[in-house]
């Protein structure tokens, strides 16, 4: 409003012939979009940045801008047009920055998110708590149950204490949405790294049960209760910590409805899952569910990257290098991540490479694993056989 006031008086004031009052609204238009429009435009379309930016200076090659214009005392007609041209310019910048991100991308991560890391707390849980089925084990149970559900109050504090610091500091704008969405990004390749490196899953669920099995040996009652307690707490609290983090992006990034209702719909349907699996037993197929899970947290990814880099290109610490000749529709951004600059095109791919790289990495050191087992059994196998023969 600011903008479109200060080129009103800036018209008002060349037609009356009040040329240097005309100057000096124009420029505190164009401080304006300069300084606060301009820097959210260009990460987003850099084309109708930079032609907006012309429009109040000296245009293109076709039409001349305001200032070209006032400078040489030009026919009110092209004053009028060229006003018209950068109002019209402004207009389709404020309805590119109308939305940041999609609201329907926003509850579909949140739900992606915060189902996959719930769904993993659960299948934990149960292969924690199979082996101690019977009578004998209902202690050990209730001990892990009561960490679980102790987990789960402490991610909502997380969660309401994480938001409170963070609108705390809100005065700092779009560079404190950078940083939490780096903290973000950094979550998600810590999530998708399980998708391709086994141990990620393997090793922590075997953890949990030494932990466990060491619990269940200790003398003291009231520790081995505390032990137990520690053992459910830490199912559950990793995986809410890293959601109540998340989220904060989401919600600095999208709107409070379509993450409540994207995380609503997860945390009823983990309700559903943890009902059919531990008041009825059923088994469910719970490795597909965290394959399928964990490739859209890959495609997630890729997308939150993308707007990660578009805030840095916002608040200046990376810069715009759009490419000539390619045009990417809104929605490429709203829903992908993807934005018409080397940067904004170049950056978010880096996931798949990321994930792809480490997929291959895994796969070289489990064949070179196989190899070593095989190449040791033949020689075991060899020097019995020698042992055989010599003592014959």
């Given at each position: 409003m600011e903008v479109r006031t200060s080129l009103g008086n800036s018209l008002a004031a060349a037609k009356s012939d009040r040329w240097q009052e005309a100057e000096s609204n124009r420029l505190d238009?164009?401080?304006?979009?300069?300084?606060?429009i301009e820097p959210r435009v260009l990460p987003r379309n850099p084309t109708l940045g930079y032609a907006s930016e012309r429009s109040f200076i000296e245009g293109d090659g076709a039409n001349l801008g305001i200032k070209a214009l006032l400078d040489s005392r030009a026919p009110m007609d092209q004053l009028e047009a060229a006003y018209s041209r950068?109002?019209?310019?402004?207009?389709?910048?404020?309805?590119?920055?109308?939305?940041a991100v999609s609201p329907t991308t926003v509850g579909f991560t949140a739900f992606s998110i915060v189902g996959r890391e719930g769904l993993e707390a659960v299948v934990i849980l149960a292969a924690l708590l199979a082996g101690l089925r019977g009578q004998g084990h209902a202690q050990t149970r209730r001990g892990i149950w009561l960490g679980a559900w102790l987990a789960v109050f402490v991610t909502i504090v997380t969660f309401w204490l994480s938001r409170t610091v963070i609108q705390s500091l809100s005065r700092f704008g779009e560079k404190l949405e950078a940083i939490v969405s780096v903290l973000a990004v950094i979550i998600l390749l810590i999530v998708t790294n399980w998708v391709f490196h086994r141990f990620y899953w393997t090793g922590w669920n075997a953890k949990l049960r030494s932990l466990s099995k060491a619990a269940q040996n200790v003398t003291s009652s009231r520790w081995e209760h505390f032990a137990l307690l520690g053992v459910g707490f830490l199912t559950v609290y990793r995986e809410g910590f890293e959601t109540a983090l998340f989220l904060q992006s989401l919600l600095l990034e999208g709107n409070i409805p379509a993450v409540a209702i994207g995380g609503g719909t997860a945390l009823l349907s983990i309700a559903v899952v943890g009902l059919l699996t531990f008041k009825f037993g059923m088994k469910l197929p719970?490795?597909?569910l965290?394959?399928?899970?964990?490739?859209?947290?890959v495609t997630i990814t890729v997308s939150f990257i993308g707007q990660?880099?578009?805030?840095?290109?916002t608040v200046g610490w990376i810069s715009v290098h759009p490419i000539p000749n390619v045009h990417l529709p809104d929605w490429a951004g709203l829903w992908l991540g993807l934005y018409p600059s080397w940067e904004g095109l170049c950056i978010p791919p880096l996931a798949l490479v990321y994930v792809g790289g480490a997929w291959l990495i895994t796969r070289w050191r489990s064949s070179a694993a196989k190899r070593e087992m095989a190449l040791a059994a033949g020689t075991g196998a060899l020097r019995r056989a020698n042992s055989y023969t010599s003592k014959k």
């Open positions: 238009a164009y401080t304006g979009f300069d300084t606060e950068t109002l019209q310019n402004l207009d389709r910048c404020m309805e590119l920055l109308k939305v719970y490795r597909k965290l394959v399928l899970t964990g490739f859209l947290v990660t880099v578009r805030l840095f290109q």
